[in-house]
T-cell receptor, first 114, second 113 residues
Framework: DTEVTQTPKHLVMGMTNKKSLKCEQH?????MYWYKQKAKKPPELMFV???????INESVPSRFSPECPNSSLLNLHLHALQPEDSALYLC?????????????FGNGTRLTVT | KNQVEQSPQSLIILEGKNCTLQ??????????LRWYKQDTGRGPVSLTI?????NTKSNGRYTATLDADTKQSSLHITASQLSDSASYIC????????????FGTGTRLQVFP
């Protein structure tokens, strides 16, 4: 088990649905990340939150909306997704956003868009 | 363009044998290099993280080396176990974009009994 908890583990949604992915860590980390990973590919950065403020948005379509309610929680709100958005969505955290501390990843949410 | 290349793409070894995975990068100016292990369907787990001044770092049976002059790193696995079957990903960051880690495409290792 990892110290970064993601729920749900699996999600199937239609293109008109609205759903949310949740991520939680209690390590006192101040940077949190969303990554998208397609099969046999490396993770791709989507968003970075540093001290609860969005610091990086890698030109992600607006159908993905991140939210950081507090330093321990990170959500990813999904709306009107496309089948090509099906992937493993990984949340990660690190002590800070300086890039010198290791990322701790959750085990991801496997998303299927039908 | 900052890139991270790994070789081989895949590797099959017998249990108990040693193996070495390679990582070459063009990232500059270099900040640090990490090795992650990712089991199928799970998130990556950090093995090592090395800065410019470090040449080698170990984590149990995993030993990473770094040559910042030639921009090469290797991950050596000693006395492989079945549980070592996974993808191993080399990740590099540059000084100016420390949040935007550059991931290699990974080496898929399979250990057979």
């Amino acid at each position: 088990d990892t110290e970064v908890t993601q729920t749900p583990k699996h999600l199937v949604m239609g293109m008109t649905n609205k759903k949310s992915l949740k991520c939680e860590q209690h390590m006192g980390h101040r940077a949190m990340y969303w990554y998208k990973q397609k099969a046999k590919k490396p993770p791709e950065l989507m968003f970075v939150y540093s001290y609860e403020k969005l610091s990086i948005n890698e030109s992600v379509p607006s159908r993905f909306s991140p939210e950081c309610p507090n330093s321990s929680l990170l959500n990813l709100h999904l709306h009107a997704l496309q089948p090509e958005d099906s992937a493993l969505y990984l949340c990660a955290s690190s002590q800070d956003a300086t890039g010198n501390s290791p990322l701790h990843f959750g085990n991801g949410t496997r998303l299927t868009v039908t | 363009k900052n890139q991270v290349e790994q070789s081989p793409q895949s590797l099959i070894i017998l249990e108990g044998k040693n193996c070495t995975l390679q990582c070459n990068y063009t990232v500059s100016p270099f900040s640090n290099l990490r090795w992650y292990k990712q089991d199928t369907g799970r998130g990556p787990v950090s093995l090592t993280i090395m800065t410019f001044s470090e040449n080698t770092k170990s984590n149990g049976r995993y030993t990473a080396t770094l040559d910042a002059d030639t921009k090469q790193s290797s991950l050596h696995i000693t006395a492989s176990q079945l549980s070592d079957s996974a993808s191993y990903i080399c990740v590099v960051s540059d000084i100016y974009n420390t949040d935007k880690l550059i991931f290699g495409t990974g080496t898929r290792l399979q250990v057979f009994p």
